[in-house]
């Protein structure tokens, strides 16, 4: 499905900036537009020998997990590390063992990494009793890592049978700590009865990041970066300062394979990682990069999530992960290369997997039209591959554009499958609000797991869309971002290795996507050993200039647009046989346009006080008495709080030199430009409350009832206070009446003087090819809306042009 483009707001660098950081200003630009707009912040961000890391014991509870693992390790103690079979999981596990058996010897380290089929993910009682039974010399401590938060019955028996419990995790803390404050160590000074004999609480010792509060430059680390710090300061004990550095190779596997958010000390030991990783010595990661076909001197980010990650990926999908951690810490090459064969062999069935169950969910969908008529996709089978449902989810999400949910449901058992879903809409949260049809759940925004009986799917469809519905943030800033317009003529091989410098991307720092436009194709040809992949070559239409080539994966069999395109791409550099090319790899494109993406010329500065309450509550009592108060939109509740308001149609010079409260925010910067210099305030009080609902679906509804309102009288409607009364542009309310006589429903009799418009009833003769493109116009239009209001609330005043 084609979403709407989005030109990222503008943000001009400081001077200062632009001279630390150097190079080519687009690099500085970027920065900026991602918040990073000092030296301080820019300087660490691109070189991580200026980054200050956070000390291992400043994430909680590592210095207490540290302590008691250096005394076991010193009274001889058995360890039995418990991990998880995603790469996050496998790299822990492996990290962890591999420390443990160098600090306390081979003899007194094992581990489990539990199988998804028969176990999945945490900690289940019998398989723990079961391996504690069967150890050849009694387990002491039981160490987990990427699992144990929320495994109350497993701590619990552990503790029953008289081990030291260490949990090491990262995942969203259980219940029973909800209310603990944060950064308050959660079990250190806890009294005994408060604490019951299933609780997770009973541990020894408790690692977890989100116990620090929003903002702490360790609260993003995945489950092997917590491994990590844990990992540190046990080498710190033993004297072994620095030693630890060897396993980051390790570390940069987990964080890009778990898509953490790639900020503070997650980026940081990203960078370290991936400097250790192009030069490791493990043989096991040597021959998996033989066998992907992966380069170490010029590994990237990029690698692992494409190359690397999936192939491991695949064994704990489709086999057991466990072999992983003998590939990950063996040191005969011979071996190593047995087992890199065998994930590759598995990476190869889990494509034909996906593949398979991608084209079996897009046939249900055609055969029943009607279930995509939801907020999001709910699909089921018996036959699909409960490991290969997470892969196909995500695509069912990128080709749709909305959350998709794929269940596989084997004959007498419940249904079991996962969740993914689209920025702004809280999967995770969304399926927690239909837990009266479920067995068990969990997850996260992005993505979650459920399980549920059979005969409540049809039942849970429909509550999933009205939950979807509820928990979407229309503020989240929707359609395919664009970093910066460019001509092709200003593509080179300099500017590739200046972009690169951002690098790693990911989470958190999006690899940077640029717009060229009016291009036409001049030759095209498929790639790849099936042919499902796609080569163009483009230059500007109508010009001698420059050709480059794009690479669109999978993009064999997609219609292209007819005549000039536009296009938008990510750049890289291409190096076969000793040569460096630019290559364009391939994200959208869609038909040139007339005009390009539009976005506001920075305003000229205007000096006035600024104060700002984007972040604070706020009441009346709050603000001058004499104040003018902008706000409009559909969700405004200043009447029930006794304020009079002034949408923009109100705001007159009559109002000069009063305190101006900005509660709403403005569409565009081109009206909050005009209504600062209209309303020529001595303060502004900057609020930015949500008050509209920029959903499209919404603003078609309300401008519909707007004309069925105007029809019943005298068919006459005001552009500007449609406008005013959702929260929008004129050009958007033009657009709307345009679709809906584009589907027969009105008929635009006359534009009259001024912002008025004359309709009258439709014919009901639909137009449907006009109304599809005045529809894709109209999410590019409201997206740079969405956009801009994301802008707003967190741009410094002088960004928005005041000065004071």
Known sequence: M???????????????????????????????????????????????????????????????????????????????????????????????????????????????????????????????????????????????????????????????????????DHHDLASEFQGLTTGVDPIWGQPAEAVGSASVRRADAIVNPKFLPDGNALRTLPGVGVAYKLVQQLYRLAGRHGEDEEMLDLVALGIVADVAEQVHDARYLLQRGLERLRTTRRAGLQALMEVSRVNPASLTAESIGFQLGPRMNALGRLDDATVSVELLSTRDAIRAGQLAGKLERLNQERRLLTSQITRAAMDKLERDPRLSEYNGLVLADPNWHPGIVGIVASRMVEEFGKPAVLLVTPPGEPARGSARSIPGVDIGASIAACSHLLINHGGHPGAAGLSLLPENIDAF????????????????????????????????????????????????????????????????????????????????????????????????????????????????????????????????????RREEIRVAEPAPVISVRVHDWRTKPAVAADFPARATWYAEGTQLELEAAGVTYAPRIEITASVAGRPLVLWSIPPSGE??????????????????????????????????????????????????RMAARVGTTERIIRCCLLWLEARGEITLVEWLVGDDVKIAAGDHTPRPDAARELLEELETEVAEVRAYRGFVRRAKPAELGWAG
């Open 461 to 592: 469809r429909r509550e999933l869309s009205r939950q979807i519905e509820l928990h979407r943030d229309e503020s989240m800033e929707a359609g395919m971002a664009i970093d910066a317009v460019v001509k092709l003529d200003e593509l080179s091989l300099e500017l590739a290795a200046e972009i690169a410098r951002l690098a790693p991307f990911g989470q958190g720092n999006p690899m940077p996507q640029l717009a060229s436009y009016r291009l036409e194709v001049l030759d095209e040809r498929r790639l790849g050993r099936d042919g499902s992949h796609r080569k163009l070559s483009v230059r500007a239409a109508g010009s001698e200039g420059p050709s480059h080539d794009v690479i669109w994966f999978g993009g064999a069999d997609a219609e292209l647009p007819s005549g000039p395109l536009d296009l938008l791409y990510t750049l890289s550099v291409n190096e076969c046989r000793g040569e460096r090319n630019l290559q364009l790899m391939y994200v959208d494109t869609r038909p040139a």
């Open 2 to 168: 084609s979403k709407p483009w989005r030109l990222c707001p503008p943000v001009e660098p400081s001077p200062a900036l632009v001279e630390a950081v150097g190079g080519h200003p687009l690099v500085a630009r970027m920065l900026a537009q991602r918040g990073i707009d000092t030296p301080e912040k820019a300087i660490p961000f691109l070189d991580p020998n200026a980054y200050q890391p956070a000390p291992p014991t400043a994430l909680t509870g590592v210095a207490e997990a540290a302590q008691i693992l250096d005394d076991a390790i010193r009274s001889g103690s058995n360890i039995l590390v418990w991990g998880d079979f995603d790469v996050d999981g496998q790299t822990s596990t492996a990290l962890l063992v591999s420390a443990l058996r160098d600090l306390a010897g081979d003899g007194h380290v094992r581990f489990h990494v539990p199988n998804r089929q028969s176990e999945g993910h945490g900690i289940r009682q019998t398989v723990l009793q079961e391996r504690l039974d069967a150890a050849d010399s009694p387990i002491h401590v039981l160490l987990t890592c990427d699992t144990g938060i929320a495994e109350t019955d497993a701590v619990g028996y552990a503790k029953d049978r008289g081990l030291t419990v260490v949990i090491t």
């Open 671 to 720: 009206i909050l430009h005009w209504l600062v210099e209209t309303a020529a305030p001595a303060e502004i009080y900057l609020c930015a409350r949500p008050t509209t609902n920029d959903s499209l679906p919404e603003l078609l509804r309300h401008v519909a009832g707007m004309c069925k309102y105007a029809l019943g009288r005298t068919g006459r409607l005001d552009i500007g």
